[in-house]
């Protein structure tokens, strides 16, 4: 089994929608991230949370909400989804071990907003 | 914010050839890591480097932390058709206990048999 899920893998949805998405893992890592993918832009950091009462906002939250509902578990939402938030959605997990840390990917949701 | 900047954005070889990347930054990082994405994937670690002026090796692959910290770069000799896929280096920052990572824009890698 994989050590970080998201589902759903694949979803269409329209303008004005809201859009959960969600990420599970078993790792039980304190620290996990959301970050958004676009054709030449690399990963952008939307989120993060180093444990369960602590959430942060990223490079580009605007449009974005989360809920870190447990260690485990680590939601994304567009309360109002747009066109321009069509991209593919990683989530991640990392563990700090000294002074560093390795952050692990999920598969994926592909997000298309019409 | 901080800019990565990885090049070359694609590369087209032939299986057998060496491929080198690399990333620069106007800032200095903590540490450097390389990923890599198969299509329908997410980012998976290959290298993980420290120290500046760390030379790390994983198999075919060999990743150098600049002695600048602003740069660090990724080499795999004697490519193989599994290598395709996105390259992506990272620098992380850790600033207050915040790991976080600035991407590049990755660098798409296809082998012709």
């Known amino acids: 089994d994989a050590d970080v899920t998201q589902t759903p893998r694949n979803r269409i949805t329209k303008t004005g929608k809201r859009i959960m998405l969600e990420c599970s893992q078993t790792k039980g890592h304190d620290r996990m991230y959301w970050y958004r993918q676009d054709p030449g832009l690399g990963l952008r950091l939307i989120y993060y949370s180093f444990d369960v009462k602590d959430i942060n906002k990223g490079e580009i939250s605007d449009g974005y909400s989360v809920s870190r509902q447990a260690q485990a578990k680590f939601s994304l939402s567009l309360e109002s989804a747009i066109p321009n938030q069509t991209a593919l959605y990683f989530c991640?997990?990392?563990?700090?071990?000294?002074?560093?840390?390795?952050?692990?990917f999920g598969p994926g949701t592909r997000l298309t907003v019409l | 914010g901080q800019q990565l900047n990885q090049s070359p954005q694609s590369m087209f070889i032939q299986e057998g050839e060496d491929v080198s990347m690399n990333c620069t930054s106007s800032?200095?990082?903590?540490?450097w890591l390389w990923y890599k994405q198969d299509p329908g994937e997410g980012p998976v670690l290959l290298i993980a480097?420290?120290?500046?002026?760390e030379l790390t090796s994983n198999g075919r692959l060999t990743a150098q932390f600049g002695t600048t910290r602003k740069d660090s770069f990724l080499n795999i000799s004697a490519s193989i058709p599994s290598d395709v896929g996105i390259y992506f280096c990272?620098?992380?920052?850790?600033?207050?206990?915040?790991?976080?990572?600035?991407f590049g824009q990755g660098t798409r890698l296809t082998i012709n048999p």
């Open positions: 991640a997990t990392s563990d700090r071990q000294y002074f560093t840390d390795t952050q692990y």
């Open positions: 990272a620098g992380q920052l850790n600033s207050r206990g915040a790991q976080k990572l600035v």
């Open positions: 480097l420290y120290k500046a002026g």
């Open positions: 800032s200095i990082f903590n540490t």
